[in-house]
């Protein structure tokens, strides 16, 4: 387990610097490790990370919907893996699905 955790103004302030920068959610990722003196490189600690950020923007979406807030949580520039996933192969996994 981590030492130490990182808040929900610290995920919005990183998040809002990286989306400026263009950068991804590794970079969010990174920064905030950093900032709480967590070793990104190690792969556990960054994929505990990785998880507990999805978890806690999903949880502030679903919450801000819930209250009728005006949170957004800008696009980020799409990874590796994100970037991989174009609209010819979302078109074609929709045609496999029948949704088309």
Known sequence: MGKSTFSNEM??????KVAAKGGT?????????ES???DH???????RMYNNITQRV???KKRNEEV????VFVDLKPGR???SVDSL???????IMGNN
């Open 11 to 16: 995920l919005v302030r990183t998040w809002t």
């Open 25 to 33: 959610r590794r970079n969010v990722i990174v920064e905030i490790m």
């Open 36 to 38: 709480i003196k967590q």
């Open 41 to 47: 490189t190690d792969k556990l600690a960054y994929s």
């Open 58 to 60: 999903k949880l502030l």
């Open 68 to 71: 009728g807030g005006n949170l």
């Open 81 to 83: 893996r994100g970037a």
């Open 89 to 95: 192969e979302l078109e074609r996994l929709a045609s």
